[in-house]
């Protein structure tokens, strides 16, 4: 049976509710339908078909190899012997992830019940079912990892805790995956973060952890990466008809959410490129993978729909210089905060590449790096250490000053009722003005500290309430000999 | 165990800490299902605003649930299903039942030969179950969505996984009907038979009435202890065992080897009550509320279903049989 | 009466890529503010000048030394996590 015959029958199911009303059936606030007729959704086709009986067949097949490279690599137990650099690479990627592609069941079990096309819901019992498999994945390598690296459990933990970056992490991704309508969820995750932005990131990891000799977390990526490719399309037909009905929703959708993931890929991504793979296996730097990979895709996309670039388009180039150097310096300075060790990847030979790739990179950063080396070098360790927190966005939850550099730094500042709020970009800003009830409600780890929340009111209080034990807390991945390319 | 002092004083952790003290290595099960569900111990379940939708919506259909138990991380599905493990066990289904399909109904033509009364029958009877089991498949994932814990949300998950699998295998069925009878109305009818036929109705209401039961404990005895268990008893039991006696080797073939799926969602479902009850006698009176709620509805299900099967030959009580296996059901969860 | 009042304020030291949370309170002088300010950039990612003073700006206007905050949160009725600059005096 050829499956394009009987493929019909099987999604197009749509019947006239008689018993309950439409409306509590399918709520707006899970549908998201909004000002898009119903009607408009007869036209909603997937990208990609698949048969049950082929997916599980095949994907039967990817996990025995998937699971057997994993399984003979696990006994060469090799990880502790990997550059430290690639193991904070790993170790910042699972806490970080491994709880998201669980979440991401959610959301896919979301338009599995409330999209507003059958044909939607039937695709997606397909990604929910792929995001089980991810987070499994994960969690399976992860645990193998325990015994050599105690940092792998937060590949379970880390979304339990208070930990900041992880806040960061869960104010978007618990918005967009676990608390938004299948309409958005479709545009801001499927079109926007994983098909533009994840994809991307797990191909390079991919090639980036095979040549740090990491061949297990390699293969576990390409492995997923292969199923990424195929739900992640998901978001276009979606994107295509609200661009329809609904333009201004879309380009606000579609620009809110590039701006977002971008502060998500300054956070985990950039540091990891520039600054924890070993600098000599670095094929691109951050702002080359972003402006080959992310910028072309996504300018495609918004051709695709007849939609405008951003309107901060120009911040947005500047940040790419940017963002990600604010952040690593941010963590490595706060990286007591962090469960892993993280590189501060400024030796000189580093450096050097730094230069070349970033060329504001000395007047921006090195400055600041300097004075940081200077009490290293002279065994002034508190001084290289923070003592009170760092001014925090009101939107994306990043230090402010991290979305551009120190020559840019100035307030952007919203009075919303009777709350003062702070944004680290004039976007993250924006943002929040298109909706300020969504977000006005929420503290920020610094309005946290300020309601009594941290006890005692330190350091120590601030640690402990991150969920940070003495076993993971980071410091410096190379104990700081690379400062020795400085001593006198 | 979660760390033995000797590891704990290396800093070694055998599994992880959100395991605690287990007392034996874990399973791969527990390895990859365990706590991941970051919203479910916290009072503000979402990392938003506390009077933002999402979280009101969570507090109120989930943590405020009428049953509650001190760590839903404590329930096992006695599958023990992984992703890994579904994938092996549906491949070899879908493997038994593409020999059916392909070698009688294809290659044999198996459809010529029903009596016109048969294909009455399946016309009634089969083909329009893909417009309920879509519903099933839609509330199977509402439960993936709202459930308290990764132990109970993956089985839910795996749980729409089979529906959608059942729709594709009616769907293919429904092809191969037409294609052997262009004359008849299989694939053409079955929309408005499911939207109009007054035996089909009460499985209608039943699956409809669900789309609107938000509380994840209520949601999860309306389908998994009423209204599915019912329905798979009318049209994957009793319209097996129906299809045998015309002869149609095939749809009692399919229709069996789904009920193995079937099977499977009583088994989870019976060990959560099981578990829920176990762990706060309370909380068998409130699913015995839910119950009493649902049960009629499940029963008018079964009274339309056991109608259709008696119009095309069924001799016996269906309805009686279908009742019993909901009473079995109840009872065996600890709340009949 | 009152005693001097904790009040926190985003201070960032010009020329540092961060501002921070600092506690100040409403009987800091601008002096005794700036200081608060500057020990977390000034000797941690700036150099130190020896014999150097600051000065505070607020809305990009610099602030008598004799002013005290809690005198500038009445006057000009200013929220919590007000952000003030601090810069090398030159």
Redo the contacts between chains.
Sequence with gaps: ?NRD???D??RD?D???????EK??FPD?WTGAGAIPSSAWKDWDEPFRA???EY??V??EK?AGA?AVKEAFKRARGFDRLDPGHQAAAMLHMGAVA?VE?MA??ME??F??FAPS?RW??I??YG??DE??H??LN??FS?DL??QA?QF?WA??A??TNEWGI?AV??FL??TL???SCVDSAVVTNLTLEHGFTNMQFVAFAAAAMDAGDVGFSNILSSIQTDEARHAQQGFPTAGILARFDRKRAQDLLDASFWRSLRLFHLLTGPAMDYYTPVHLRKQSFKEFMTEWIVHHHLRVLDDMGLAKPWYWDQFMLSLEHGHH?LH??MW?WRPTLWFNPCAGVSRVEREWLVEKYPGWED??G???D??I??VNAGNMG??Y??????LCNLCQL????AL??HH?R?Y?T?YGP??Y?FCSEPCQWIFGLDP??????MNV?DR??AGQIQPMNLEGALEWMGIT??VMGNDAFQYRWAKDYAR | MGETRKDAARGRLRTWSALGELGRTPTEYEIVTHAMNHTTTRPLPLEMGPETFGNRYLRRHRDEAAISVPDWNRFRDPDEMTYRKYNRVQDEAETFVDRVLDEYADRRRTDLGHAPEWLDGLEAMLTPQRFAVHGLQMSAAYLAQIAPASYIGNAAAFQTGDELRRVQRLAQRTLQLRLAHPERAFGKKDRERWERDRDWQGARRAIERIFVARDWDEAFVALNLVVKPAFDAVFLAGLSALARRHGDEVDALLLENLLADSQRSARWSRALARFAVDQRPDNRTALRIHLATWRPLGDELIAGGSTLLARFGSVGDDGAVARGALDALAAEAGVG | MAGPQLFPIYGRFVGDFAPHLVSALTSDTMPELAEKVAVHSVGRRLPARPGGRYEVLLDGKVIPDQVTLGELVAERRLPPLSWFDVRWRD
């Design positions: 049976m015959e009987w493929y029958l099987a199911l019947w006239t509710l008689s018993y309950v009303d509590q059936a606030e048969s049950y009986r599980v067949r994907q039967r996990d699971y709880m669980q069941v959610h079990a979301r599995a019940r059958p819901r039937n997606a019992v929910m079912l089980i498999r987070a499994q969690l399976s645990h325990l015994k105690p459990d379970v933990k979304f339990h806040l869960r104010h618990d918005d676990l608390g938004s604010a310096l941010g300075f921006s950063w400055v600041l790096w004075e940081i200077r009490n001084k290289a923070p003592e009170t927190l760092p001014a230090p402010l000053g991290t550099d120190r730094l307030p500042t009075t709350r003062l702070h009830e969504r977000y006005a409600g929420h610094v500290f300020l003495h076993d």
